[in-house]
């Protein structure tokens, strides 16, 4: 048995940019992301969350598409999805990790689409785990200028929009537990500098969300970190890869390594991209090992040997 971040740090607040534990000691999260739960129910068992924590994890987090194949909110058995996220969430319980409950849109672009969906969902979950103090949540993975709202006669999925639907999901959370709530930012959560110049206020322990790909995403959008950061914004970096944003293509370790530099610096919580096999290069397992835990080096692609030892480096002592 390693060590139980849970046991050690408690339930986690926001205090500035930071997370702090219950002692009020500054935390960093640092883990992987699954790819959609219900794509690879397999790798949800204990040994696989065993494995990542033995490399250094303290956080999963458990992805839950809304709108792709077998979403929650397109056809997908919900019954069977949220089992997938209770095991998750219990198996971070036993081994003292942190875990985030990720609704994650995409192609839905914007949050509204699925709105009533995800205040049943979210008041289920907090209802569910609220005497938990490893949950968080994470109200919409990524709003972008996709989904029903792509027509020139709507609004477009800017900053407002986020914001006015954060403000009917925060409530409902806030009715049962106070734990850390992440919110996505315009514009495939890239536009966190927006967020800075008018964050949600009236609650406390709200993060806001900024994604990269470090072969996609340069200078500019660690600018944008660096903005909201220093106007005294908390930033959860929920989902990172060090490949091209389309989770494919060339890794640019150069990149990686200068996103890295400005995360540790900062001390930023991440959540990488993806623990899966799926047949593309941000993909951490290799595909067709036929292996759903104890993954040896052998067993993972360049990104995934690069993940481990990032997570050796920046996980929590
Ligand atoms: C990608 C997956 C890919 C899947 C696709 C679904 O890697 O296998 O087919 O979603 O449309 C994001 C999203 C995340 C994306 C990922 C890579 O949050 O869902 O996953 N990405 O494109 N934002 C930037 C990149």
Known sequence: MGKNYVASHGKLSVRGTAIVDRAGGEVRLYGPSTLGLVWYPEFINKEAFTCVHDWGANLVRLAMYTMEEDGYCSGGDKEFTKKLIDDGVRFCTELGMYAIIDWHILSDGDPRQNKEEAKCFFAEMADKYKDHDNVLFEICNEPNPGGFNSGEEHEPVDWPVIKSYAGEIIPIIREKTDAIILIGTPTWSQEVDKAADDPVTGYDNL??????????????????????????????????????ADGNGDINYEEADKW??????????????????????????????????????????????????????????
């Open 207 to 244: 993060m806001y969300s900024l994604h990269y790909y470090a072969s996609t995403h340069g200078q500019y959008l660690r600018d944008k970190l660096i903005y909201a950061l220093d106007k005294g914004l908390p930033v959860f970096v929920d989902e990172y890869s060090i490949t091209a």
């Open 260 to 317: 890295s530099a400005l995360v540790d610096e900062r001390n930023l919580s991440c959540a990488q991209w993806s623990l899966s096999p799926r047949d593309e290069s941000s993909a951490m397992v290799k595909p067709n090992t036929g292996k759903v835990s104890g993954w040896t080096d052998d067993d993972l692609t360049d990104t995934g040997k690069w993940m481990k030892k990032r997570l050796k480096e920046a996980a929590l002592k």
